[in-house]
C-alpha cells in the first residue's frame, strides 16, 4: 500500500508497480499526511482493508527553507506534523501489530541535516533530529520482538524536494542552487541502498560518500562555527540585499 497526498504521482506509482506486482494487488490511498489526524485514517483504512503491514516506510517529507519568523505558521505545524506527529502515531500504531506478530521492518527517513541545527532550516532540521533520535531509540525497543528498525540519512536528492523548499537551480555555477543541486544523489539509489541497509538490519544508513564523509567531519566541527558558516551562506542565498 502506498499513501501520498499526490493523485497523480500514485496512479503512475500503481501503474509501475502493477507491472511489477506479479498478481499482487498494489492499493494507494490519496491523503495529506501532514494533518494531525492523518496517521489515525491509515491505520483505520489499513483495519478496513485488512491490509497487514510488516514493512512500514514513512518516507513522506516536504521542506521549509528560510527564517523562523518568516515562515507561515501553518506550514511549520504542517512540517511538524508530517515529520514528527504522524511517523509517531505509525510506528506506535503498526510497531504493537508487528510486536504481536513477532516480525517486522521499519525504516523511517530523516536527512543528513539533522547531524547539526541549520540557521534557516532550524524547524525542518530540528523535526529531523527527532526522527533520528526516536529511530534509534525504537530500533532498541522493538529488536527484542524480532523488528527490525533502521534511519536513513540522505543528504541532498534529485527531487522535487528542492523547488518545495525554495532552493532552485542557477546559471551561476558557484552560486548555492547550482551547487546544491549538482550534488544531489539520484533518488534510485538512495532508494535501494535504503532497503538493502533496511533488509540487513543496519540502524543507520547514509548513503553515499559525500554524506559519509559529511557524517564523520561533522563530528569534528564545534557547532557554533557551522551555525555562524551555515547562517552566513543562508542569508546571502536569502536575501542577497542584507548587510546585517
Excluded at 38 to 66: Q, R, S, T, Y
Excluded at 88 to 111: D, P, Q, W, Y
Excluded at 154 to 181: E, N, Y
Aim: hydrophobic share 45%.
Amino acid at each position: 500500500m502506498v499513501v501520498s497526498l499526490l493523485a497523480e504521482e500514485l496512479a503512475d506509482l500503481k501503474n509501475e508497480l502493477d507491472a511489477r506486482s506479479c498478481g499482487q494487488e498494489v492499493i494507494t490511498y490519496q491523503l495529506d499526511l501532514s494533518t494531525i489526524e492523518a496517521a489515525h485514517k491509515v491505520v483505520k483504512f489499513c483495519e478496513e482493508k485488512k491490509i497487514n503491514v510488516d514493512v512500514l516506510v514513512n518516507n513522506a517529507g516536504f521542506g521549509l527553507a528560510g527564517r523562523v519568523v518568516d515562515q507561515p505558521l501553518n506550514r511549520l505545524i504542517q512540517l511538524l506534523s508530517l515529520n514528527i506527529v504522524t511517523t509517531t502515531i505509525l510506528c506506535h500504531a503498526f510497531g504493537n501489530k508487528m510486536r504481536e506478530l513477532g516480525s517486522g521492518l521499519i525504516l523511517n527517513v530523516a536527512s543528513t541535516i539533522s547531524f547539526q541545527p541549520l540557521p534557516f532550516w532550524a524547524v525542518y532540521a530540528g523535526s529531523k533530529a527527532y526522527l533520528s533520535s526516536f529511530t534509534q531509540a525504537l530500533a532498541s525497543e522493538l529488536r527484542l520482538y524480532g523488528i527490525n528498525v533502521s534511519c536513513l540519512y540522505p543528504g541532498i536528492t534529485r527531487t522535487q524536494f528542492l523547488d518545495t523548499a525554495g532552493i532552485h537551480q542557477s546559471r551561476k555555477w558557484w552560486s548555492v542552487g547550482s551547487m546544491i543541486h549538482r550534488a544531489a544523489m539520484n533518488p534510485v539509489s538512495v532508494a535501494r541502498i535504503g532497503f538493502t541497509g533496511l533488509m540487513r538490519g543496519k540502524r543507520r544508513i547514509v548513503p553515499g560518500l559525500i554524506n559519509k564523509l559529511h557524517f564523520f567531519f561533522i563530528q569534528l566541527i564545534p557547532n557554533p562555527l557551522i551555525l555562524a558558516v551555515v547562517n552566513m551562506v543562508m542569508k546571502r542565498y536569502r536575501d542577497p540585499s542584507a548587510n546585517r
